[in-house]
């Protein structure tokens, strides 16, 4: 077999292991740094206090307003707060939306990042931003956005509900499962993509049964920087467009969105390009979709759109949107197979491929 590709490994620090948070001082140091402003949401605002009392004169402050979609408001008002403390650096605790409100600040000051994720979204390895203003969604890829320290500590996660941790989870494998056959796939992101499956495949189901167990939390976590790392590094097709649709035109929760999607893009995809996707039939039993979808129904996740508020009138408009400037995908799409798709996800049938 001929082998034609193109790689190039990230330039993000990634420390991983319990307990490793607390090296966060080191790293501030490392990076040339004196005062960090701590970044949370106000859900996490007690963690991020205490991890900059911990800090005592690194820290320059706590600004624990982050929501989720990055809002250019919130950013404004958080870049205002880093100027008034002097802070030389930022250090974002939490899931996607504290990420995403650490890499609009850098974008706009070029100053570094340490990210300590305790959701499984992956948005920390990845140099892309989506910001929210006047109600519209837009994505900016800059290299100035990646962060440029990852801290990943299973401790942090413990505390992250079932419920979010199971479709945190899908969200991450969402980006592997769309890895496997994206047009610029190379070796090193396939392995990741099928390690970073075969984590959560694993983990999953362990942490519903025991949530508090820091190991299983370590093994979702590493699932989690795989899974992450390759929406990073190469293209995403359907799945993610579909789901940028419904949360752009429709606000439905991010992970749920995805968690709902996956089965339903993969078993449509899978049609089309069987031999990539063998691996996700191979580890979740029979076809693609059905061996998803009763993996993601057996740990309790959401599988139907329709229990997000979305209608049926709804889903005529998400599909006009998905085909408007689409993605490249592995089967070609039109409006009404998309349509098809939705009505499927919405009543929340498990697909057959
Ligand atoms: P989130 O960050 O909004 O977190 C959801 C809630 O859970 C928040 O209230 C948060 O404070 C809380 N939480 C997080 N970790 C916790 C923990 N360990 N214990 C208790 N509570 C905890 O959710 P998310 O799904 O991680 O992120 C979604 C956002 O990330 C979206 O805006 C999405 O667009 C973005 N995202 C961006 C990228 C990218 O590459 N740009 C990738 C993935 C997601």
Redesign the pocket.
């Known amino acids: 077999m001929s082998r034609i590709f193109t790689y190039q490994g990230s330039a993000a620090h990634i420390v991983f292991g319990e307990g490793r948070s607390q090296t966060v001082d080191e790293w501030i140091e490392k990076l040339g740094c004196s005062r960090a402003l701590v970044l949370?949401?106000?859900?996490?605002k007690a963690d991020a206090e205490a991890l900059a009392a911990r800090l005592g004169p690194l820290a320059a402050g706590v600004f624990a307003g982050?929501?989720?979609?990055?809002p250019v408001d919130v950013t404004e008002a958080a870049v205002e707060a880093l100027r008034d403390c002097g802070a030389d650096c930022v250090v974002a605790l939490?899931?996607?939306?504290?990420?995403?409100l650490g890499?609009a600040i850098a974008y706009r000051t070029d100053l570094a990042q340490i990210v300590i994720?305790?959701?499984?979204?992956?948005?920390e390895v990845?140099q892309?931003?989506?910001q929210t203003e006047g109600g519209r969604k837009t994505?900016i890829k800059d290299a100035k956005i990646l962060p440029e320290v990852v801290i990943y500590d299973a401790v942090?996660?413990?505390?992250?509900?079932v419920g979010?941790s199971v479709?945190?989870g899908l969200?991450a494998m969402a980006?592997a499962l769309e890895a496997l056959y994206a047009q610029d796939r190379n070796p090193i992101s396939t392995l990741m993509a099928v390690e970073g499956l075969r984590a959560f495949r694993s983990a999953l189901p362990a942490l519903v049964a025991v949530p508090g167990d820091v190991a299983v939390r370590g093994d979702a976590l590493y699932g989690a920087w795989l899974c992450?790392t390759v929406?990073?590094a190469v293209g995403m097709a359907l799945h993610h467009k579909i789901c940028h649709t419904l949360?752009g035109a429709f606000d439905t929760p991010?992970?749920e969105t995805h968690a709902i999607m996956l089965p339903h893009a993969a078993a449509f995809n899978s049609v089309a390009v069987p031999g990539l996707l063998a691996p996700v039939a191979e580890m979740f039993g029979g076809s693609v979709g059905g061996g998803l979808w009763d993996f993601a129904s057996s740990i309790g996740a959401p599988t139907a759109l329709k229990d997000l508020g979305l209608t049926e009138t709804d889903l005529d408009r998400a599909s006009r949107i998905a085909v408007e400037n689409p993605y490249w995908n592995p089967r070609p799409i039109d409006e009404r197979s998309i349509r098809k798709l939705l009505q499927q996800a919405w009543e929340g049938n498990r697909p057959e491929q």
């Open positions: 949370s949401t106000s859900h996490q982050a929501v989720m979609h990055t939490g899931g996607g939306s504290t990420t995403g890499k994720p305790t959701t499984y979204a992956g948005s990845t892309i931003l989506g994505t942090l996660t413990t505390g992250l509900p979010l479709t945190s969200n980006h992450g929406l990073g949360g991010h992970a």
